[in-house]
């Protein structure tokens, strides 16, 4: 009969020297604040500002969850720990085999820790980065695919950092067996990959899944894993653990049925959908990557999320990040935490530091919720039918503080008489390998934002200027510093006066192109 | 005959290591190998062996010839 092969300390190779967890518990229990069993509490603030349409339990469960709040990723952060490396699925837009340091995607990680040297790490980012809140295990395989030490890593956590939420992203397959276990560790939040509900298309994007010691192929494994993805996420919200859905949008494969996918895993109780574009570069070597299947357009995939939108909450601030990310969204310092470094780091954690710093941050989210109703209301009363889209260079805190030429990412908002939405961002950082090296990187960042009205940044060079307005996009630099919202409303305002006035002839703008190549690490 | 993993092709994912039923994989300079003296080809556990059927890459666990064919206990 089958056996389990005992996994502790199995896979240690290349890593550092090895940290038992009773040496970091140790060093955790010579600081002060340490003492305090947090339990599944967490930290809970006061305004319930942003809430949208989420109920009251659900939004007091992700307001601090930079992965699931658009607002809240301004404002607190997250860590990846790579410690599942085995998968049990073959996706055709996956490939683990090349690890390039300067890219970041979903499954790429540079270092594989031990559920050790992930609970060390943890400690480390944690005592580093107060406002970092929430700890996920999301590969660079399967956490369920890892099972043991999936649950050893949380464990560690739990003991010796009782204060960070825990969460993981599962494809799903080996999801009914590990429900319990879910629960036991206090994991409130878990993101299952659920790309379809019909077989025919699964087939076309799962090879093979491996299950109950056997390979399925076809429609057979692509049935296989969508009963068992389905019957996962019915186990988790009748167990009332919160649950998002991840699906990846492949023009021409399930692009269509993503929305049937949104109504099925509405229905079955998922608070959140993340519809995120196919990654597909031909130098990844995925099988998408190879057969030139091509990754959705900014309007592609805004559209899809708007159509799904009446049905659910839709998730719009995803950068698909490496398995091993830290910091906050968009702002990767994995490089500052590798595992030498973390080793040779001095841990301290303050439990009650990164608390007053969490309630620091919570005033400042109040005073910014504040400063955009306050301007929102000075919209009251301007009709038009006129949406549009606009761009900010921002390095967070809700505040138009980046310089163009500076930008790595551009958020997008949309601006109506109903206000200004966060509709999601473009990365435009400079393009390694894969042919785009020589192309003017100005024309790149015109590409990325190109169906926006307007540009927001706190400073720009006379250059691009002239090169924005030519294209089309005002550029604005009067809101520097401000807050984004209220700036953007206030710009808005004056823009539907001009149109008004006849001085601007308000017209329709293109379709932008999603960047595909690789990040190039500051 | 044992099976064998190819250490060029090997992306160390230890996708392998807990399915085998011989607790014949480990982990060795980065990658994965199989203990030839342990491996039974999962003669008399599956269908299939455990590591071809579970590595991601194709043609990576392969028969290892230098070894005589495993035979199941009888």
Redesign the interface.
Known sequence: MHASTPQEGASQAGAGPLVTIDAVMQQVAEHKGCGTQGGSGKASCGSAAGQGDLPTEIWEKVKNHPCYSEEAHHHYARMHVAVAPACNIQCNYCNRKYDCANESRPGVVSERLTPEQAARKVLAVASTIPQMTVLGIAGPGDPLANPAKTFKTFELISQTAPDIKLCLSTNGLALPDHVDTIARYNVDHVTITINMVDPEIGAKIYPWVFWNHQRYTGVEGARLLTERQLRGLEMLTERGILCKVNSVMIPGVNDRHLVEVNRAVKSRGAFLHNIMPLISAPEHGTVFGLTGQRGPTAQELKALQDSCEGEMNMMRHCRQCRADAVGLLGEDRSAEFTTEKVMEMEVAYDLEGRQAYQAKVEEERVAKVAAKQEELATLAGAASDITLLVAVATKGSGLINEHFGHAKEFQVYELSTAGAKFVGHRRVDLYCQGGYGDEDSLQTVIRAINDCHAVFVAKIGGCPKADLVSAGIEPVDRYAHEFIEKSAIAWFKGYLEKVAAGEVAHGPRGDAAIRQGALTAA | MAFKIIASQC?????C???????A??????TFVINPKKCTECIG????P?CV??C??DDTCVIDKAYPRYQAAS
Do not use: H, R
Request: charged share 20%; with cysteine; hydrophobic share 35%.
């Open positions: 992306t160390s994912c230890s996708a290591e807990a399915e085998c039923p011989n607790v994989i480990t982990e060795k300079g980065g556990y599956f269908d299939i455990q059927a579970v991601p890459v």
